[in-house]
T-cell receptor, first 114, second 113 residues
């Protein structure tokens, strides 16, 4: 079955500390992977995506993610968290084909403490 | 920067009523999507639409749902007879033919009372 697992429902990180959000996927075809962020009352904004090539991808707002095929993982990282990063983060997997569904994880809520 | 826009941002409707959610996708995009997010749950795919027909749909997208591109700019989701469990945030998205990513709108929060 195709699925995305984000094992951490809620994470609290101190401002300035590093962050890692976990994502594991199960997908029958070649996976194309995405991280989206949703701030309160806002839509889904793409942070970064992985289609092929270098397994470490850089995104907006200082985020990066590493694709590990052997572990079926696509973890999101940031070296130093800012208070404005508090939001909900969704990992998603899909096919490299327009019109196909994205499968989302349940999301991880990030809180940032001062 | 081009964006997907959705109206209204919040809609309240009575159970059994028809509701139409509207979206204006990015102008040069050819693929359009609806997703929903029930409160506290994950974002779920409903349907994708290309060349005036549905290209893929999920089990959620039953006969109560329909989509339409009534003109060159709008993309709509109709729920014929709303149920309490249809209460959710509905996201519209669009992508171009090359498909590098799907761009999402801000969502319409539908509340069925």
């Amino acid at each position: 079955a195709q699925s995305v697992t984000q094992p951490d429902i809620h994470i609290t990180v101190s401002e300035g500390a590093s962050l890692e959000l976990r994502c594991n996927y199960s997908y029958g075809a070649t996976p194309y992977l995405f991280w989206y962020v949703q701030s309160p009352g806002q839509g889904l904004q793409l942070l970064l995506k992985y289609f092929s090539g270098d397994t470490l991808v850089q995104g907006i707002k200082g985020f990066e993610a590493e694709f590990k095929r052997s572990q079926s993982s696509f973890n999101l990282r940031k070296p130093s968290v800012h208070w404005s990063d508090a939001a909900e983060y969704f990992c998603a997997v899909g096919a490299r084909q327009a019109g196909t569904a994205l499968i989302f994880g349940k999301g991880t809520t990030l809180s940032v403490s001062s | 920067e081009p964006e997907v826009t959705q109206t209204p941002s919040h809609q309240v409707t009575q159970m059994g009523q028809e509701v139409i959610l509207r979206c204006v996708p990015i102008s040069n995009h050819l693929y359009f999507y609806w997703y929903r997010q029930i409160l506290g749950q994950k974002v779920e795919f409903l349907v994708s639409f290309y060349n005036n027909e549905i290209s893929e749909k999920s089990e959620i997208f039953d006969d109560q749902f329909s989509v339409e591109r009534p003109d060159g700019s709008n993309f709509t989701l109709k729920i014929r007879s709303t149920k309490l469990e249809d209460s959710a945030m509905y996201f519209c998205a669009s992508s171009d033919a090359g498909y590098t990513e799907a761009f999402f709108g801000q969502g319409t929060r539908l509340t069925v009372v």
